[in-house]
């Protein structure tokens, strides 16, 4: 029998009482005077006038509670045929170097640090010991272009960056220090120091009075037995800063805090996730996202689980049964990754016949998030696995999950295509767009009512304004979550599509609009247009519309590639943009916005309703046309 319901009913009797408990499993320096202050904030903020801090939550206590031998991080290289373990007691003397490392460098409370690396543990021990400072990292994926680097940087203003010489992707290897240094390059802020970790299998130069060698700083604050103590924050204090997708090319930074985050995570990890400290827990995404951030950093350590920081994919490192490996040698008992390195591997080995090769006795459940979850995947998932598939659904800006499906409660029945039920803490309801509730069962925006939970973001970092306006003015009083979906008579909840132009690639979220302003630039283009296609394997992949300038008359192939390259070097490979076409005129409105809604679902070879406001009718034609010749859909209906 699921405590679901009873759980979630005593959150809506007492919410505050139900955190208020909830905090009693992390350590405080000093205690909230108040753990929630409505007064405080745009929303509130929790566990208001509490002192804390994350970096021992995460290490020192586990370490003083006499856990100092129970294994804490492994990392998994397939690229680099590479397996470390570290136990707490060694994740702490790493953490702590590090942290004496960015001390001596001018890092103190409150500086931000950028972090630009690959998976490895560095990495994590990187945030962790920001943490420990009291110091505010800002993780950026390493997937990222050196512009959308200096973005970020000149939006953070770090005082230093951590970063490696290069990331390893399946056949190639990518140098990221020139990447770096072309970022510092452009941006207007520049920080005083960076932290380098130099990798076998591609070392770098470092600029003298700049660039500190990782290894060497580190092993010499070891060596002098130089460790760090905790610095005490406000639990209200950022803890970090992750960039996401907005609308337009600048990205929103949403800031997450320290006390409600750590109460929230630690929440998860026993009720959501159905895991207890000791045991090994596998979130395969990247640090770059807040997946990573929850789940292959925080979650796990502050429950005194161990995290396994994986360097590789579901497949081609270097096969389909890279996951059940993983699994079988670090004896994983829940994994969390995206639905489309599912579909990845289903594509490789659609029997599920390397799984056979594989001791997976310890395995219970597999989570899937960051992105919709299609049947056929989770069908295929739970028959090969035998085991639950459990979907769930969330944001950057909230940490943790919106709704799912809590397994340390007991699971409640799955619904094929819904991502679980509301958690405790979110009050999700479906609006029109005039903000009236609409019945069970009909399509709407998703809003959640305020105040958030612990670990929903406060504000976004150097923009106030733009936290309000973007997702607390449409609808006064609830979050707006860009979501569209329905909650059906059962209190499921179905995520269908952003109502933004935001895509979702590979579990990657991405802004159309940042892509556009790239294409846009191109000397040769008037006007552009990029939709999410559907794609069988990421879920969706960019498609680019483009009109060229007057008189120009550029080989389409030609203009094309010079667009696709231009996107890759200006956003980053992680863009998946492949595809750009050239039609005669965009569709629009009479008041002249681009109907992308209409020119996606033509893409998708769907059907669409003729939008009353269009100007000209005639262009959605022309454009099915250039599609259809372009072999990109099927045919003219
Ligand atoms: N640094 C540099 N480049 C990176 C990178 C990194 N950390 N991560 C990805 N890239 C590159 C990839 O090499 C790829 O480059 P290419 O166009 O030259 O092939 C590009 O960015 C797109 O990456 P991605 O969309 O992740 O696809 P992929 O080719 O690496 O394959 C799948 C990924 C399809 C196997 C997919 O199943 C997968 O695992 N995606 C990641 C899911 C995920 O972690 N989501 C996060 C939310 S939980
Ligand atoms: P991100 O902030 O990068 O985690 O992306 C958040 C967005 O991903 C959400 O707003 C949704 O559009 C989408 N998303 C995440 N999880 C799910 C899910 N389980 N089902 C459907 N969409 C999801």
Known sequence: MS???????????????????????IDWVTPATSTFNPDSGVYGRWFDGATCNTCYN????????????????????????????????????????????LRGLGVEKGDRVVIYMPMVPQAIF???????????????????????????????????????????????????????????????????ACVILQRETLTCDLITGRDHDYAVAVDAALAAGEGTECVPVAATDPLYILYTSGTTGQPKGVVRDNGGHMVALKWTMENHYGVKPGEVFWAASDVGWVVGHSYICYGPLLHGAATVVYEGKPIGTPDAGAFWRVIQDHKVVAMFTAPTAF??????????ALIADYDLSCFRTLFLAGERSDPATIEWAQAKLDRPVIDHWWQTETGWAMSGNPVGLGAFPIKLGSPGKPMPGYDIQVLDDEGHEVPAGTLGNIVCKLPLPPSGFPTLWNAPERFISSYMAEYPGYYATSDAGIIDEDGYVFIMARTDDIINVAGHR?????????IGAHPDIAECAVVGKADPLKGQMPLGLYVTNDGTNRDEAELEAELVKLVRAKIGAVASFKCAVEVKRLPKTRSGKVLRGTVQKIADDEAFKMPA?????????????????????????
């Open 613 to 637: 406001a269009i100007d000209d009718p005639a262009i959605l034609t022309e454009i099915k046309a250039v599609l259809v010749a372009r072999n990109l859909i099927g045919h003219i209906a």
């Open 126 to 192: 990187a945030m962790l010991a920001c943490a420990r400072l009291g110091a505010v990292h800002s993780v950026v994926f390493g997937g990222f272009a050196p512009q959308e680097l200096a973005t970020r940087i000149d939006d953070a203003t770090p005082k230093a960056i951590v970063s490696a010489s290069c990331g390893i992707e399946p056949g190639r290897t990518i140098a990221y220090k020139p990447l770096l240094d072309e970022a510092i390059d452009l941006s207007t802020h520049k920080p005083e």
């Open 343 to 352: 579909r990845a591997i289903k594509k490789a080995d659609p029997k599920g």
């Open 510 to 518: 991405l802004s159309t609009g940042a892509m556009e302003e790239v």
């Open 58 to 101: 995460c290490i020192d206590r586990h370490v003083e509670a006499g856990h100092g031998d129970r294994l804490a991080v492994v990392y998994d290289s397939p690229v680099t045929g590479q397996v470390q373990r570290f136990n707490y007691g060694e994740l702490k003397d790493q953490v702590s170097a590090l942290a004496s490392v």
């Open 3 to 25: 405590k679901y319901l009873a759980t979630y009913s005593a959150w809506q009797s007492d919410p505050v009482g139900f955190w208020e408990d909830a905090g009693k499993q």
